[in-house]
């Protein structure tokens, strides 16, 4: 009888699932900034001044529990957005590591995040439209909300009343802001972690990594708001007399600068630095718990003992 091999590593699979559920569970709890962030992008510039009042609004003008409006949609933009993104990524890194399983360089791993970043927000963006009109939805007249009951009514009406295209309109700023967001965040996130460990105060552990993410969050925040900003306006807006209300993501940076001033591109700024923050912070840190009890429960707590991600 032939001896078993006993399997010490993680199937790709397994580690694309868990990658998808550490997504899911920070949006668990960044969702109500992900519905500030949103409300302010698709405000007038009269309508919400700063993150608290538009807080304070919602929950005396919905109640408490709309801060989670639209979290069917974000949990579903995180099944497909972040395991793809994951999946690709890890496909590809593997592809372009040496013969003896050198890893690739940062340059090419910077480029690898983009590519991946770009096909996973192509696959997340019918998710992504239902997640920006179910938390703006509670801004409207009432004679003019959408009140889609969760995110799989969004879609089904999004296709049946303006056809199925629409479920990727803004598709290109949206792989535009992943492009531009993966880049920021593998760049600053690698070098704000080799600064804070060479300054000599940290070490590698959960503390480290959430410092290094809230810098790497700041600096991926100033860089993409423009892009985030001309995506949630394009997927957020309406039809008016056949005509649309925004050609194109340079379209809606020209009307906000011109109606607004160039500052509103960076509008939501604070809830959105905060939402990034946090939610790699809990994402890596969920993820490496999951890894951590498959290793100990199903490959054997000697496998345990290994490294994380």
Known sequence: MAPSHKQTTIPNGIKFLFGGMAGMGATCFVQPLDLVKNRMQVATSKEHKTSYHVIKHVIKSEGLFALYSGLSAGLLRQATYTTTRLGIYTWLFEKASGPSGEPPSFIVKAGLGMVAGMAGAFVGTPAEISLIRMTSDGRLPLAERRNYKS??????????????????????????????????QLASYSQAKQALIQSGYFQENIFLHFCASMISGL?????????????????????????????????????????????????????????????????????????????????????????GI
């Open 151 to 184: 995110v799989f009514d969004a879609l089904f009406r999004i296709t049946r009343e303006e056809g199925v295209l629409t479920l990727w309109r803004g598709a290109i700023p949206t792989m535009g802001r992943a492009m531009v967001v993966n880049a920021a």
């Open 219 to 307: 600096v991926t925040t100033t860089a993409s708001m423009p892009v985030d900003i001309a995506k949630t306006r394009i997927q957020n807006m309406k039809i008016i007399d056949g005509k649309p209300e925004y050609k194109s993501a340079l379209d809606v940076l020209y009307k906000v600068i011109r109606n607004e001033g160039i500052f509103a591109l960076w509008k939501g700024f604070t809830p959105y630095y905060m939402r990034l923050g946090p939610h790699t912070v809990l994402t890596f840190i969920f993820l490496e718990q999951m890894n951590l009890m498959y290793k100990k429960y199903v490959l054997g707590d000697s496998a345990a003992k290994g490294g």
